[in-house]
């Protein structure tokens, strides 16, 4: 008996079959994984204008003034041109005070919100002038082996000089009295700040660059958690100084600045202090710290309109 082919059997089912499978939806294609956002750079606050110390390259690092800064999160290294980032008030409220901030971080890197731009906006809603300093690194975190071409103070203290004179030098612009200019440092940051008053130089009058003929000494200066206390000697005649720390800091800071405003008593320099029961190293300005420590810029301001360095507004 002869079987039947199956052939033709096969070829109708597949023929049914083929409008079927076109009328069936097409696989969804894979979803891949949402692309994560960038972190923000909270090293640089885009609102404000940034002007370098000096245009064509600070004396020394002219070659290496277009490296990128190392940013991580609001730490900022690698920092071979300095500059200020500007905040100034409306004419309207300007009362002509000015300071130059300059943040902490031990040499390594700058940590620029709550020792920096924190500070600048508060001071500025306030009718003061406000200039956040990047200055090079005595021990840059981003340099190789550690090993940064810069000393704290050389060329940290020639970069605070600087901004002192680029701030005068353009006081007529930004509203400053140019009587009025003070630094004001935190951590690694008052170093900075106090080897400016005690190095005050004055302007050269013959001096090619205009910004050089301006004065480098500060008409204030103040110590939030300096760090080297044992290096501050104040002379008479020395700028009057704020100084503020926690209790609960290392003791060259919290017991030494005690000694420090006993040095400034003692040279007949205005001084005054705060030491916070609460608080620590590194307290700054942070909107969430309700502790009398985080008060210490109404102690400042205060402090500064006491001294006839400050018209508050109304």
């Avoid at 906006?121 to 190789?144: C, E, M, T, Y």
Wanted: with cysteine; proline share 11%.
């Amino acid at each position: 008996m002869t079987t039947p082919s199956l052939l033709p059997l096969c070829s109708l089912l597949l023929a049914l079959a083929a409008p079927l499978a076109a009328q069936a939806p097409a696989a969804a294609p894979a979803k891949s994984a949402p692309a994560k956002a960038a972190p923000p750079n909270l090293a640089v606050d885009p609102s404000r204008p940034v002007v370098p110390l000096w245009p064509a390259g600070a004396p020394g690092s002219e070659a290496r003034k277009g490296e990128p800064e190392a940013v991580d999160g609001d730490k900022v290294s690698n920092i071979h041109h300095p500059s200020l980032t500007v905040y100034l008030p409306p004419a309207d409220r300007a009362t002509g005070t000015a300071v130059i901030v300059v943040p902490g971080g031990g040499h390594r890197f700058l940590v620029m919100n709550h020792e920096g731009y924190n500070v600048a906006n508060w001071l500025v809603q306030r009718g003061i002038a406000a200039f956040v300093l990047k200055h090079r690194l005595g021990k840059d975190a981003a340099a190789p082996e550690g090993k940064s071409p810069y000393q704290w103070d050389q060329h940290g203290l020639a970069d605070g000089q600087r901004a002192l004179r680029l701030v005068r030098s353009r006081a007529a612009e930004w509203k400053v009295d140019p009587a009025k200019v003070g630094i004001l440092g935190f951590s690694a940051g008052g170093e900075i700040a106090f080897l400016a008053a005690m190095k005050a130089a004055a302007g050269d009058p013959a001096a090619a660059d205009p910004i050089d003929r301006q004065s480098a000494r500060p008409d204030f200066q103040a110590l939030i958690y300096p760090g080297k206390s044992a290096l501050i000697a104040p002379e008479k005649g020395a700028p009057p100084v704020f100084l503020a720390a926690g209790y609960n800091d290392r003791p060259d800071i919290s017991e030494g600045l005690a000694n420090v405003y006993l040095l400034f008593k003692k040279a007949g320099v205005p001084a005054e202090l705060h030491l916070y029961a609460g608080a620590g190293h590194g307290f700054g300005l942070r909107e969430a710290n309700k502790s009398p420590a985080g008060a210490w810029p109404v102690r400042f301001t205060e402090w500064l309109a006491d001294r006839k360095l400050l018209t508050p507004l109304p």
